[in-house]
C-alpha cells in the first residue's frame, strides 16, 4: 500500500452534541403500512425504529427463501414485533442477496443494510458512546440509555439456533451487510449493563434486529453487481476499539490490485509505526495495531494506495 499521510493535529477532545434532527427532506417513511420516523446522526440519516414487515412465523421454524418475507416475533407474540420490530436471520434480511457494500434487502426502496464500515461511522459519530444510541426507558434496574443521539435503540432480544428466544431488554443486535465469511457476518451489538458498541461477527442463523440507513441499494439476487463492482471504491475504517488498550484493528477496501502503504504518526507527525508496506490484492483487509510499546495519547493513521489518501485519528489510553 502506498499511502500519503495528510497531518491533521487536534490539540483538545471536543464535546459531542446531537441535534436529534430528522433528516433533511425526510422526516418520515411509510412502508407496509407503517411509519417509520427518520434521524440524522452526522452525516448518516437512519430510520429511528426497527424494520417490522414481513409475515409472522412460529420461533421453531427456519426462515426460507420461498419469496415471502418472513419475521420472527420475540416469544411468538405479535404485540413484540410492534414494540421492537421483527427478528430476522441474515440471509432472510438481505433477501437472499449475497454479501456486498450496498444492499437493499428488505429495507424500505430508497433504504438498505448499513455496512460495518457505517457502523464503525455510527459509533465515531456518537463518541463512542452506546448510550447515545439507546432509548431512555430503564430496563432490569438499569438505565437504559441518554439517547442523545435519536437512534432510539430498544434491546430487543434474538432468535437462536432451534426457535429458542433470548436476551429480550438485555442486548440489541443489528445485521450489517458486510460478510465475515461463508458462516458468520459482522453485526453490531448494545447491551443493558454498560455503555460499549461492539462489533464482532456472529452466525447468520440467528435472527436479529434490522435497522435502515438512506442510500440506494441493490435489490435482488439478479441486481447484484459483481465483487469488482462492489469493491470499486476505496475506503478505510476508523479503527475498532477507539479509544484502545493496547490493540485495535483497522480495516479497509482496495478495489483492485495496488501498493499500499498504511502508516502510524504521533501528533507531531513523526512516524511511530509502519503497518502495510506492499503490494496488496483487491478487496476487503484487517490489520492488527499493538500500542503496548507506545505511550498514551492521540495518533494518526494514513493509507496510501495509488491515488487513494485518507488519514484519521486513534486514541491510546493506558
Known amino acids: 500500500m502506498n499511502s500519503k499521510f495528510i497531518t491533521v493535529i487536534f490539540l483538545a477532545f471536543t464535546t459531542i452534541n446531537h441535534s436529534q434532527n430528522s ?29 417490522d414487515v414481513g409475515t409472522m412465523i412460529s420461533g421453531v421454524q427456519d426462515q426460507t427463501n420461498n419469496n415471502i418475507i ?13 414494540k421492537y420490530g421483527g427478528l430476522y436471520n441474515w440471509n432472510e434480511a438481505m433477501k437472499y442477496s449475497p454479501s456486498g457494500a450496498k444492499v437493499q434487502g428488505i429495507c424500505p426502496s430508497g433504504w438498505r443494510l448499513p455496512t460495518i464500515d457505517e457502523f464503525r461511522d455510527l459509533q465515531a459519530a456518537v463518541g463512542y458512546d452506546g448510550n447515545a444510541l439507546k432509548d431512555t426507558t430503564p430496563v432490569l434496574g438499569h438505565v437504559q440509555g441518554t439517547n442523545t443521539s435519536g437512534f432510539s435503540a430498544l434491546l430487543s432480544g434474538t432468535r437462536g439456533y432451534g ?29 443493558y449493563i454498560n455503555n460499549y458498541i461492539d462489533l464482532f461477527a456472529n452466525g447468520k442463523g440467528a435472527a436479529f434486529s434490522l435497522r435502515c440507513l438512506k442510500g440506494e441499494g441493490v435489490t435482488s439476487v439478479s441486481e447484484k453487481p459483481n465483487r469488482n463492482e462492489l469493491n470499486a471504491e476505496y475506503s478505510i475504517s476508523q479503527n475498532y476499539p477507539n479509544p484502545f488498550n493496547p490493540t485495535t484493528k483497522i480495516s479497509f477496501r482496495l ?42 495519547g492521540i495518533y494518526f493513521y494514513k493509507i496510501q494506495a495509488g491515488e487513494y489518501s485518507d488519514t484519521k485519528k486513534m486514541i491510546l489510553v493506558k
Open 70 to 82: 418472513e419475521k420472527y416475533c420475540y416469544d411468538d407474540d405479535p404485540l413484540n414485533c410492534e
Open 23 to 51: 433528516c433533511s427532506g425526510t422526516t418520515t417513511v411509510t412502508y407496509a403500512n407503517k411509519t417509520y420516523h427518520t434521524v440524522q446522526i452526522g452525516t448518516q440519516c437512519w430510520l429511528k425504529e426497527n424494520i
Open 255 to 296: 478495489p483492485e490490485k495496488t501498493i499500499t502503504r498504511l502508516v502510524v504518526y504521533d501528533i507531531q507527525g513523526k512516524e511511530v509505526s509502519t503497518l502495510v508496506n506492499q503490494e496488496l490484492e483487491a478487496g476487503y483487509h484487517e490489520i492488527n495495531v499493538d500500542g503496548s510499546k507506545l505511550t498514551s
Open 163 to 191: 426457535g429458542h428466544f433470548s436476551h429480550i431488554e438485555v442486548h440489541a443486535y443489528f445485521w450489517s451487510s458486510t460478510e465475515y465469511d461463508a458462516t458468520y457476518t459482522y453485526i453490531i451489538n448494545l447491551d
